[in-house]
C-alpha cells in the first residue's frame, strides 16, 4: 500500500539546523511536497521537489532521492516561530487515478 | 490569510444529522481538495475538484459528498454523522489541475463536533 514515515518529534535549540526526515512508499510517484502546520492553524506550503536534488528557499530547503523513496526538509538557523508540525506529502499516482497522501506529521520543538 | 475561506469555522451537531461544509477557493483558483484531520492525525485527503468536475477521490466515505459550482464555490456534505466524523476539515485550492507543482493553499479550516 501507499505510505509515508516521518519522525513523530524533533527537539532542538534556537539556531540549530535540524532534519525532518520522510520515506514513501508508493508508485506513479509524481513529486514530495512539505507543509507546515501551527497549532490551530491551516497547513501552509513550504516547497515540492519533483527531481532528485536540493531545492533551497530561504531558511528552509528540501530534499529528494528518487530511487531511494526518501526526501528531507532542513531547517536552518531555527527560530522560536518554527515550532509546528511538518507534514511530508505525495501526490501518488497508482490504480489509475491519483490522490494525495499525507505523512502523520513530525512536531517540532524549538528550544531558547 | 491564504484567500481560501471556510464556513462555518464551528459546528456542533447530534449523531446521524447531516451538514454542509462551504468553501471559496482563492481568485482564479480552478481546482478545490477536502481533507479531513482528527485529533493529533495527518491530513486525509478525501476529493479533488477541477472546474467543476470530480478529479480524484480519496478515502471519502459513501455519507460523504460533495461538489463545485460553476462559481467555483465547493461544498462538503457530511450525513448519518458519526461521533467518529468530529475533526476539522479542511478545504484548499491551487491554480492548477493537480498538476505538478502541488502548492495547494488551505482555508482556516471548519471544527465539526458530534455529539
Known amino acids: 500500500g501507499q505510505s509515508l514515515e516521518q519522525p513523530s518529534e524533533v527537539t532542538a535549540v534556537e539556531g540549530a539546523i535540524v532534519q525532518i526526515n520522510c520515506t514513501y512508499q508508493?508508485?506513479?510517484?509524481?513529486?514530495l511536497s512539505w507543509y507546515q502546520q501551527h497549532d490551530g492553524g491551516a497547513p501552509t506550503f513550504l516547497s515540492y521537489n519533483a527531481l532528485d536534488g536540493l531545492e533551497e528557499t530561504g531558511r528552509f530547503s528540501s530534499f529528494l532521492s528518487r530511487s531511494d523513496s526518501y526526501g528531507y526538509l532542513l531547517l536552518q538557523e531555527l527560530q522560536m516561530k518554527d515550532s509546528a508540525s511538518y507534514f511530508c506529502a505525495v501526490r501518488d499516482g497508482t490504480s489509475g487515478t491519483y490522490k494525495y497522501i499525507f505523512g502523520t506529521g513530525t512536531r517540532l520543538k524549538v528550544l531558547a | 490569510d491564504s484567500g481560501v475561506t471556510q464556513t462555518p469555522k464551528h459546528l456542533i451537531t447530534a449523531t446521524g444529522q447531516r451538514v454542509t461544509l462551504r468553501c471559496s477557493p482563492r481568485?482564479?483558483?480552478?481546482?478545490v481538495y477536502w481533507y479531513q484531520q482528527s485529533l493529533d492525525q495527518g491530513l486525509q485527503f478525501l476529493i479533488h475538484y477541477y472546474n467543476g468536475e470530480e478529479r480524484a477521490k480519496g478515502n471519502i466515505l459513501e455519507r460523504f459528498s460533495a461538489q463545485q459550482f460553476p462559481d467555483l464555490h465547493s461544498e462538503l456534505n457530511l450525513s448519518s454523522l458519526e461521533l467518529g466524523d468530529s475533526a476539522l476539515y479542511f478545504c484548499?485550492?491551487?491554480?492548477?489541475?493537480?498538476?505538478?507543482?502541488?502548492?495547494?493553499?488551505f482555508g482556516p479550516g471548519t471544527r465539526l463536533t458530534v455529539l
Open positions: 508508493t508508485s506513479g510517484f509524481y513529486g
Open positions: 484548499a485550492s491551487s491554480s492548477l489541475a493537480g498538476g505538478d507543482n502541488n502548492e495547494q493553499f
Open positions: 481568485s482564479g483558483d480552478l481546482s
